[in-house]
């Protein structure tokens, strides 16, 4: 089979555009800019080119996989279109590469990279085994993808964005957050949670469905606490229905003594049979608990014991961007985190407090489309208030226009406190090193991670 790519830089893409490129397919694709990651699929042997040119698509291809975040005014996407060539998205070529697989799926606006990197990860180590198709780079792979022949499971993230999931039906689904996001696809948060309803319901039966305790599946769905307390509204669920949480006595698994020793976070996991004492996450965020709960629920549930799941969590060793060390001295530590919704940043800079109290907290952080700046600005206002130096860059537009007075400044001025700045990425460089940081974080899911490798090399010498 000859496969064509329309966007195959990015994360998901890529994920499948090895695999077809290991079965031994011919695999080629365009996108916009080159990256780290569309480097390393020519060195792998995929032909990538970067000119929006119909002369450079090959003269044989069977199929065109292409990404929602390509525009269809693209001239590729336009030409092949009138060419009748067969073309598909992403999410439609997932689906079909799970059929027949026993699918361990995991939704959620955010969590599912590092949930469904862990589970791939424990699942690897065992006699199960598995396939997985990743939304990050797992470093225990250092690939998003995996290739298990002799497994009959494969675990995927499944994307909420242009309802992308409901193409999978699992065997085992997880949903691990459903806070609004993506409503310039879906219009309404009420149309957004219909779509994790319709997920939820495509869990096979006789299969899982792993539930964030609390989790809202109703438009109203906060208390005057602030907190989800309704209870899941879901039909026609054929599947065994189990809950978990990092906070709290009441889900079926949950976790309790958590405690830091040497930058290495332990916990007790209780199940709904027994208690798991000790279990240790290292090199971790304080959030990474809640997804390991996640993944525990998941893989128990298939069958792994104990001692696989302890050590599986124990020799984890995380996904790039996501509460990424890049330097860890006694003096100066450097974390990056692909966090660009506000429940994310809140998260990730719970975790950094938590590991790092009392220290000075420099964040550099890059919003991610003009449509989530406009739609969290409050919130995304609030939770950057928090931070001793907060550094903004303009915002990173992806697949979308400008929108007239919605930009970084906007919320830079809601931001309370006099210590915020807008930077360029050149500005960056200068900048950080002179506000004298414990601990700098970058966050955002644009192009800042092309930046922290430069911003590194400069802190290093500081170190």
């Given at each position: 089979?000859?496969?064509?790519?329309?966007?195959?830089?990015?994360?998901?893409?890529?994920?499948?555009?090895?695999f077809?490129?290991?079965?031994?397919?011919?695999?080629?694709?365009?996108?916009?800019?080159?990256?780290?990651?569309?480097?390393?699929?020519?060195?792998?042997?995929?032909?990538?080119?970067?000119?929006?040119?119909?002369?450079?698509?090959?003269d044989k291809i069977?199929l065109?996989?292409?990404?929602?975040?390509?525009?269809?005014?693209?001239?590729?996407?336009?030409?092949?279109?009138?060419?009748?060539?067969?073309?598909?998205?992403?999410?439609?070529?997932?689906?079909?590469?799970?059929?027949?697989?026993?699918?361990?799926?995991?939704?959620?606006?955010?969590?599912?990279?590092?949930?469904?990197?862990?589970?791939?990860?424990?699942?690897?180590?065992?006699?199960?085994?598995?396939?997985?198709?990743?939304?990050?780079?797992?470093?225990?792979?250092?690939?998003?993808?995996?290739?298990?022949?002799?497994?009959?499971?494969?675990?995927?993230?499944?994307?909420?964005?242009?309802?992308?999931?409901?193409?999978?039906?699992?065997?085992?689904?997880?949903?691990?957050?459903?806070?609004?996001?993506?409503?310039?696809?879906?219009?309404?948060?009420?149309?957004?949670?219909?779509?994790?309803?319709?997920?939820?319901?495509?869990?096979?039966?006789?299969?899982?469905?792993?539930?964030?305790?609390?989790?809202?599946?109703?438009?109203?769905?906060?208390?005057?606490?602030?907190?989800?307390?309704?209870?899941?509204?879901?039909?026609?669920?054929?599947?065994?229905?189990?809950?978990?949480?990092?906070?709290?006595?009441?889900?079926?698994?949950?976790?309790?003594?958590?405690?830091?020793?040497?930058?290495?976070?332990?916990?007790?996991?209780?199940?709904?049979?027994?208690?798991l004492?000790?279990?240790?996450?290292?090199?971790?965020?304080?959030?990474?608990?809640?997804?390991?709960?996640?993944?525990?629920?998941?893989?128990?549930?298939?069958?792994?014991?104990?001692?696989?799941l302890r050590?599986?969590?124990?020799?984890?060793?995380?996904?790039?961007?996501?509460?990424?060390?890049?330097?860890?001295?006694?003096?100066?530590?450097?974390i990056?985190?692909?966090?660009h919704?506000?429940?994310?940043?809140?998260?990730?800079?719970?975790?950094?407090?938590?590991?790092?109290?009392?220290?000075?907290?420099?964040?550099?952080?890059?919003?991610?489309?003009?449509?989530?700046?406009?739609?969290?600005?409050?919130?995304?206002?609030?939770v950057?208030?928090?931070?001793?130096?907060?550094?903004?860059?303009?915002?990173?537009?992806?697949?979308?226009?400008?929108?007239?007075?919605?930009?970084?400044?906007?919320?830079?001025?809601?931001?309370?406190?006099?210590?915020?700045?807008l930077?360029?990425?050149?500005?960056?460089?200068?900048?950080?090193?002179?506000?004298?940081?414990?601990?700098?974080v970058?966050?955002?899911?644009?192009?800042?991670?092309?930046?922290?490798?430069?911003?590194?090399?400069?802190?290093?010498?500081?170190?």
């Amino acid at each position: 089979m000859n496969y064509y790519f329309l966007g195959i830089g990015g994360i998901g893409m890529s994920a499948i555009a090895r695999f077809f490129h290991q079965r031994g397919d011919t695999v080629s694709g365009y996108d916009r800019t080159e990256s780290p990651l569309t480097r390393q699929l020519v060195q792998e042997g995929i032909a990538v080119h970067y000119e929006d040119n119909p002369a450079l698509i090959p003269d044989k291809i069977d199929l065109v996989v292409y990404t929602p975040a390509v525009p269809k005014d693209t001239a590729e996407f336009q030409c092949l279109l009138q060419k009748g060539v067969p073309m598909e998205k992403r999410s439609q070529v997932l689906g079909e590469l799970t059929r027949g697989k026993k699918c361990v799926a995991v939704a959620g606006t955010h969590g599912k990279t590092s949930t469904s990197s862990m589970i791939a990860h424990i699942l690897s180590r065992t006699k199960l085994g598995c396939s997985a198709f990743l939304g990050g780079i797992a470093k225990n792979f250092d690939s998003n993808m995996i290739v298990d022949n002799k497994s009959e499971y494969v675990v995927v993230e499944a994307d909420e964005y242009d309802r992308s999931f409901l193409q999978l039906h699992p065997f085992c689904s997880v949903i691990t957050a459903t806070d609004p996001d993506h409503l310039d696809v879906y219009g309404t948060y009420e149309q957004m949670l219909e779509a994790f309803r319709q997920y939820a319901s495509q869990t096979e039966p006789g299969g899982t469905l792993i539930l964030k305790e609390g989790i809202s599946m109703c438009e109203e769905h906060e208390h005057h606490d602030g907190h989800e307390h309704h209870e899941i509204q879901l039909e026609n669920v054929e599947a065994a229905i189990h809950t978990y949480t990092a906070h709290g006595l009441e889900a079926d698994y949950y976790s309790q003594n958590v405690r830091n020793y040497n930058g290495n976070i332990y916990f007790d996991l209780r199940t709904p049979q027994r208690v798991l004492y000790d279990l240790e996450l290292p090199n971790t965020a304080l959030y990474s608990v809640e997804n390991a709960v996640a993944a525990a629920a998941a893989v128990l549930s298939l069958g792994v014991s104990d001692t696989e799941l302890r050590e599986g969590l124990r020799t984890y060793a995380g996904v790039r961007r996501r509460f990424d060390y890049h330097i860890k001295t006694k003096n100066l530590v450097m974390i990056d985190d692909y966090a660009h919704h506000p429940q994310e940043i809140a998260a990730c800079l719970e975790s950094v407090r938590y590991l790092y109290p009392g220290k000075r907290l420099v964040v550099v952080f890059q919003p991610h489309l003009y449509s989530r700046t406009r739609d969290f600005a409050d919130e995304f206002a609030k939770v950057l208030s928090s931070v001793d130096e907060l550094i903004m860059m303009p915002i990173y537009p992806a697949r979308e226009q400008r929108i007239p007075g919605v930009s970084s400044s906007m919320v830079l001025h809601k931001v309370k406190g006099l210590s915020k700045y807008l930077c360029s990425a050149e500005q960056v460089l200068e900048l950080v090193p002179a506000l004298y940081p414990d601990v700098v974080v970058t966050m955002g899911a644009g192009d800042i991670d092309r930046l922290v490798p430069r911003l590194e090399e400069v802190l290093a010498k500081e170190a």
